[in-house]
């Protein structure tokens, strides 16, 4: 009975954390190219709300994905005008996106908040998810979990593996190197945006399609801010980022069951405890000041254009 409940843990804690990693291998790969986008909670909100109404008026899981991607890059569009073209400073227009993106999904949101959809159906592999212990954990999982995954391969082989992944993270490295041998660095990182922007609009796509199909005001509740944290708690890596996001997912999940085990805790509590998790992990990471220099792209946050005089 214990290790019943203890697969349901885990397998919960995988869908909780699949947003977390949609919306931070999106921010890594964002960062690799020296672009620090703290709009992520703004982005996964109006892909969230453009995802849900998309499903809502078609009925199409396709087409809920698709425009909630593609919201996602409108909204990342925006910062890497401001950012790339015009040079304002990234952290502020970060910002600024977050707050424009938490007020355009309320106000998209109105007529859809008393609105429920069917959800995304599970895939149930036949024998393999009859599988003790390994089948509800590996094979039983809907599609958009195992899409999360397959992203995770594929960022990582592309950072790594590719000539192409090289040259992104060279950008971050040394944008003034990269332009001198030729690289056109605000075209790559507009790629690099863009691609965090779609990639945090599926992970509110996920939210409100399938891990709770349902709309509601300011539903991703922080879960952008988590992200961002994840990228430095992960110190950009991808496998990082994957063990940080079921790990925030497993907490996230566990502050419903604790009370179920006995363990008398304030509900306000237990609401708290990811964010307070995340307060820690980052304040522990800050101590070790070599890790984050050596593991962080070096532009990383700073405005560059090619017409700035080179020194």
């Known amino acids: 009975?214990?290790?019943?409940?203890?697969?349901?843990?885990?397998?919960?804690?995988?869908?909780?954390?699949?947003?977390?990693?949609?919306?931070?291998?999106?921010?890594?790969?964002?960062?690799?190219?020296?672009?620090?986008?703290?709009?992520?909670?703004g982005m996964m909100l109006v892909g969230a709300i453009s995802g849900f109404i998309g499903m809502a008026t078609t009925g199409s899981i396709l087409v809920a994905v698709i425009c909630g991607m593609a919201a996602g890059a409108l909204m990342s569009g925006i910062f890497a005008v401001l950012t790339l073209n015009l040079m304002a400073n990234q952290v502020a227009s970060g910002l600024a996106l977050t707050i424009f993106g938490v007020g355009l999904s309320s106000?998209?949101?109105?007529?859809?908040?008393?609105?429920?959809?069917?959800?995304?159906?599970?895939?149930?592999?036949?024998?393999?998810?009859?599988?003790?212990?390994?089948?509800?954990?590996?094979?039983?999982?809907?599609?958009?979990?195992?899409?999360?995954?397959?992203?995770?391969?594929?960022?990582?082989?592309?950072?790594?593996?590719?000539?192409?992944?090289?040259?992104?993270?060279?950008?971050?490295?040394?944008?003034?190197?990269?332009?001198?041998?030729?690289?056109?660095?605000?075209?790559?990182?507009?790629?690099?945006?863009?691609?965090?922007?779609?990639?945090?609009?599926?992970?509110?796509?996920?939210?409100?399609?399938?891990?709770?199909?349902?709309?509601?005001?300011?539903?991703?509740?922080?879960?952008?801010?988590?992200?961002?944290?994840?990228?430095?708690?992960?110190?950009?890596?991808?496998?990082?980022?994957?063990?940080?996001?079921?790990?925030?997912?497993?907490i996230t999940i566990l502050q419903f069951h604790i009370q179920g085990f006995g363990i008398e805790i304030p509900a306000q509590l237990l609401s708290m405890l990811p964010y307070i998790s995340t307060i820690v992990v980052l304040v522990f990471i800050s101590r070790d000041t070599n890790t984050i220099r050596l593991n962080s792209p070096a532009s990383l946050g700073t405005t560059y254009h090619p017409s700035q005089p080179h020194s």
Do not use: Q
């Open 1 to 41: 009975m214990e290790t019943t409940i203890i697969v349901k843990i885990l397998v919960a804690a995988i869908a909780s954390g699949t947003p977390f990693v949609f919306a931070a291998l999106g921010e890594l790969v964002t960062e690799k190219s020296g672009v620090l986008n703290l709009g992520v909670e």
């Open 107 to 250: 106000f998209l949101g109105l007529d859809y908040t008393s609105v429920a959809l069917a959800g995304v159906p599970e895939i149930n592999i036949p024998v393999l998810s009859s599988i003790p212990i390994l089948g509800p954990l590996v094979f039983s999982h809907d599609l958009l979990i195992y899409t999360s995954i397959l992203l995770y391969f594929i960022v990582s082989w592309f950072l790594y593996k590719t000539k192409a992944g090289l040259i992104l993270r060279g950008i971050g490295e040394a944008p003034k190197s990269a332009h001198a041998l030729g690289y056109n660095v605000i075209a790559i990182r507009y790629l690099a945006v863009l691609f965090g922007g779609a990639m945090a609009g599926l992970g509110g796509v996920y939210l409100c399609i399938a891990y709770t199909p349902m709309w509601v005001e300011g539903m991703v509740a922080g879960r952008g801010w988590v992200s961002l944290a994840l990228v430095v708690f992960a110190t950009w890596r991808p496998a990082r980022v994957m063990m940080g996001a079921y790990l925030f997912g497993g």
